[in-house]
């Protein structure tokens, strides 16, 4: 499959919104050796960073809940429970998610560990996202968190039980692909360990 070529024969930017959406015209060339012409839109969306964190000893997690309105619109109530997450914004991975915590969550945690990146959506979506993990403990409390207000963000900070967390995983009150995939890697690699 890489040896098939791909071929950009037009682009031009459809709606030029808070995400850019581009529309593409592409020739690619099948394994049987045809060339097919596709026409698809992409957001032209920034990547992002997120985070779980958790502390071991007391077996708890930190999440945020706010309102997102795709899932609203796709017939959820739209209030989701989410790891601490953001855009890029040209900046160093570590460094906007260690900000973002502060943020949202309201604590000011340095020693986190980068475990993926992976694609959000990757037919719709140039986004990719950067997953890290880190411990927190009570005392790296540094503010309220729940966001920035200038951006329209009003975060609720959860403080959940491991197990809290993974009945809400299975009973499908967590419903955010981040979110999931974090819980399941604590899961595997982090929270079962002796």
Do not use: W
């Amino acid at each position: 499959m890489p040896d098939q070529a791909i071929r950009i024969v037009e682009q031009h930017t459809a709606f030029d919104g808070y995400f850019p959406l581009k529309k593409i015209r592409y020739t690619q060339r099948l394994a049987d050796g045809q060339v097919r012409e596709q026409t698809r839109e992409v957001y032209d969306s920034d990547s992002g960073v997120t985070a779980m964190l958790y502390d071991r000893a007391r077996r708890t997690l930190l999440f945020t809940r706010q309102f997102r309105i795709g899932a609203h619109l796709a017939g959820h109530d739209g209030f989701l429970i989410e790891t601490a997450a953001g855009m890029l914004e040209a900046a160093d991975p570590l460094e906007r998610i260690r900000a973002e915590i502060r943020e949202e969550l309201g604590y000011a945690v340095d020693a986190l560990r980068h475990v993926m990146t992976l694609f959000a959506s990757p037919g719709t979506l140039t986004e990719r996202v950067h997953y890290f993990v880190g411990e927190y403990r009570r005392e790296d409390r540094c503010g309220t968190g729940g966001g920035k207000e200038d951006e329209g963000e009003d975060i609720e900070v959860l403080e959940l039980g491991y197990d809290e967390a993974l009945d809400k995983l299975a009973c499908g009150e967590i419903v955010d692909v981040k979110t999931v995939v974090l819980l399941q890697y604590l899961q595997l690699h982090l929270m079962n360990e002796d």
